[in-house]
Nanobody
Framework: QVQLVESGGGLVQPGGSLRLSCAASGSILSFNGMGWYRQAPGKQREVVATITRGGSTLYADSVKGRFTISKDSAKNMVYLQMNSLKPEDTAVYYC?????????WGQGTQVTVSS
């Protein structure tokens, strides 16, 4: 059973930065890809950024140039560096991992951007 545990969320002022971390219980090299998603109150969960096993990345238009996804395969970690945060970035952020047959999700971490 794969377990994903997110951390690093919190309250930050507009324009600030946060770094989210996702720790996987197994080797992330076994996943076809991993990603960060978010869900704001009353809204559907949406993709924020993804990274493939080979390291290719994709970003939602709303975060391009502000967020960076990265991974450390030796530590089985995936990160989301978030800069220039805006109030509209407020959401629960989830990490996921994709295999051929399954999508695994973490429990989420709250990010609140407010003055």
């Amino acid at each position: 059973q794969v377990q994903l545990v997110e951390s690093g969320g919190g309250l930050v002022q507009p324009g600030g930065s946060l770094r989210l971390s996702c720790a996987a219980s197994g080797s992330i090299l076994s996943f076809n890809g991993m990603g960060w998603y978010r869900q704001a109150p009353g809204k559907q969960r949406e993709v924020v950024a993804t990274i493939t096993r080979g390291g290719s990345t994709l970003y939602a238009d709303s975060v391009k140039g502000r967020f960076t996804i990265s991974k450390d395969s030796a530590k089985n970690m995936v990160y989301l560096q978030m800069n220039s945060l805006k109030p509209e970035d407020t959401a629960v952020y989830y990490c996921n991992a994709i295999t051929i047959s399954t999508i695994h999700w973490g429990q989420g971490t709250q990010v609140t951007v407010s003055s």
